[in-house]
């Protein structure tokens, strides 16, 4: 019942997470790419085409991975196969030496976009591959068209690697701030969605989150089993033994919830001593089962506390809705079954 908060919070920050590499997959491939396919056109006067040939080759597949992402939506495919055009890219403009021999320059950004694009363990071992075939290029000159410096090469390296760590600090640090806020959301999140004497979902969820719920996932929850629980004579209870009691009776009533329900079932404290329980893919027969199943249990165990053994029966009202729009009048006719169920002398399923 709990794991519905951390699910909604866990998926909101996921969610971020995806844009954020969206945005990152968009400007590589648009504006990388556009960049790339224009440098072609400028280098098409060059005595070689091997760079037109080189920044057309990969400006086209920029667009053709975006291409599929927008098809699919498989985003860590289309970031997969990004990375992988990166580092291609990067080693061919370096073999080729590019405009006016100025390729080292332009590989700087790319480890940096293999960070956003892969995540920190995946991007800091693409890097390190990375890093590892630049260094076996540029260290033996006769495998290169291009004509590098020793001194270029030697500060090249040292700095693709100072990059190469910074980003890594940098989003390391990055993605364990995200997480401990994530966390702290969460437990925000758990506070104000919980009640905290019985450890359930409150009224606020179900309005704020699990409407979202069955607006975003129908097919998770409908047919919804919607059914109202409230505790027999519990303000005579209260009276006789006093609130501290009456509370140890609400927190039996929810272990009972927590016990004889499932894990997708959602216990709700609806306020005072009355309940509200939602059950995902279940009918109105299967339904009135499960409220006929939770109030034999609850008047076949009496409640015990201290010195104090009284019984403990509560009255049902049972309904079931099919879609989304019928979920707020389904809460409705539960609550007039459950007065019917009171009427017709308690300890009963209506």
């Known amino acids: 019942?709990?794991?519905?908060?951390?699910?909604?919070?866990?998926?909101?920050?996921?969610?971020?997470?995806?844009?954020?590499?969206?945005?990152?997959?968009?400007?590589?491939?648009?504006?990388?790419?556009?960049?790339?396919?224009?440098?072609g056109f400028i280098s098409l006067d060059a005595s070689s085409l091997l760079l037109p040939g080189i920044l057309f080759t990969g400006g086209s597949l920029f667009?053709?991975?975006?291409?599929?992402?927008?098809?699919?939506?498989?985003?860590?495919?289309?970031?997969?196969?990004?990375?992988?055009?990166?580092?291609?890219?990067?080693?061919?403009?370096?073999?080729?030496?590019?405009?006016?021999?100025?390729?080292?320059?332009?590989?700087f950004p790319f480890p940096a976009i293999l960070f956003g694009l892969l995540g920190v363990r995946k991007a800091l071992i693409s890097n390190g591959i990375l890093m590892l075939l630049l260094g076996l290029l540029l260290l033996q000159p006769d495998l290169l068209q291009a004509d590098y410096k020793e001194s270029e090469v030697s500060r090249f390296l040292a700095s693709m690697l100072i990059v190469i760590i910074v980003c890594w600090i940098n989003d390391h640090f990055r993605e364990r701030s995200h997480e401990a806020m994530s966390e702290l959301q969460k437990s925000k999140d758990m506070e104000a969605n919980t009640d905290p004497l019985t450890q359930l979902v409150n009224r606020r969820y179900i309005e704020a989150n699990f409407a979202q719920q069955l607006h975003n996932y129908p097919q998770h929850y409908f047919p919804l089993g919607v059914v109202m629980c409230d505790i027999d004579?519990?303000?005579?209870?209260?009276?006789?033994?006093?609130?501290?009691?009456?509370?140890?009776?609400?927190?039996?009533?929810?272990?009972?919830?927590?016990?004889?329900?499932?894990?997708?079932?959602?216990?709700?404290?609806?306020?005072?001593?009355?309940?509200?329980?939602?059950?995902?893919?279940?009918?109105?027969?299967?339904?009135?089962?499960?409220?006929?199943?939770?109030?034999?249990?609850m008047a076949n165990q009496p409640f015990l506390f201290g010195s104090i053994q009284a019984p403990i029966t509560a009255s049902f009202g049972v309904t079931a809705c099919d879609e989304q729009s019928e979920f707020q009048a389904a809460i409705k006719t539960a609550d007039q079954q459950l007065y019917q169920a009171k009427a017709k002398g308690r300890n009963q399923v209506q």
């Open 1 to 39: 019942m709990q794991s519905a908060l951390r699910l909604d919070t866990g998926k909101h920050a996921r969610q971020i997470d995806a844009s954020r590499r969206i945005y990152i997959l968009s400007f590589v491939s648009y504006i990388a790419g556009a960049v790339m396919v224009l440098f």
């Open 63 to 107: 667009f053709i991975n975006i291409l599929f992402f927008h098809l699919t939506k498989q985003l860590d495919r289309a970031c997969q196969i990004e990375a992988i055009l990166v580092a291609i890219f990067v080693l061919a403009l370096i073999y080729h030496g590019g405009h006016n021999n100025t390729a080292l320059y332009w590989a």
């Open 233 to 297: 004579h519990f303000k005579d209870f209260n009276d006789q033994y006093g609130h501290d009691v009456g509370d140890e009776v609400l927190k039996t009533v929810a272990d009972i919830f927590r016990s004889h329900l499932r894990p997708q079932d959602i216990a709700c404290r609806n306020g005072g001593e009355e309940f509200l329980l939602l059950l995902p893919q279940t009918g109105l027969s299967q339904s009135r089962a499960v409220a006929e199943k939770i109030r034999a249990i």
